[in-house]
């Protein structure tokens, strides 16, 4: 099956960064939009932001606007969340997901996704 893979999910302090990456097949890559998602205990998933296989356009969610950015490497068929400034209600295991000629945002039916990667911030 294809597969996303997810890292760089861990341990972080309020107000502090990190960035999460998204290895994408190269089978997909080219034609497959890709949305990143979080889901808290006790919460559903929810779409945190994406960026389409076209245009480069991109969407974040009010939540985390003006915090995170979403990035694209087409040379490491990669994909990259960038956090910042963030707050202990930012934790939550975090999961991209990829649909395929589809512009921002896409959703939780989304065809393929990750195992997802824990982020825990601490207040």
């Known amino acids: 099956q294809v597969q996303l893979v997810e890292s760089g999910g861990g341990l972080a302090q309020s107000g502090g960064s990190l960035t999460l990456s998204c290895a994408v097949p190269e089978v997909i890559w080219t034609w497959h939009t890709i949305g990143w998602f979080r889901q808290a205990p006790g919460n559903e998933r929810e779409g945190v932001s994406c960026i389409s296989f076209k245009d480069e356009v991109t969407h974040i969610a009010d939540s985390v606007k003006g915090r995170f950015t979403i990035s694209r490497d087409n040379t490491k068929t990669t994909v990259y969340l960038h956090m910042n400034s963030l707050k202990p209600e930012d934790t939550a295991v975090y999961y991209c997901?990829?649909?395929?000629?589809?512009?921002?945002?896409?959703?939780?039916?989304?065809?393929?996704w990750g195992m997802g990667t824990l982020v825990i911030v601490s207040s």
């Open positions: 997901a990829a649909e395929a000629w589809k512009d921002c945002p896409i959703d939780v039916t989304a065809e393929y």
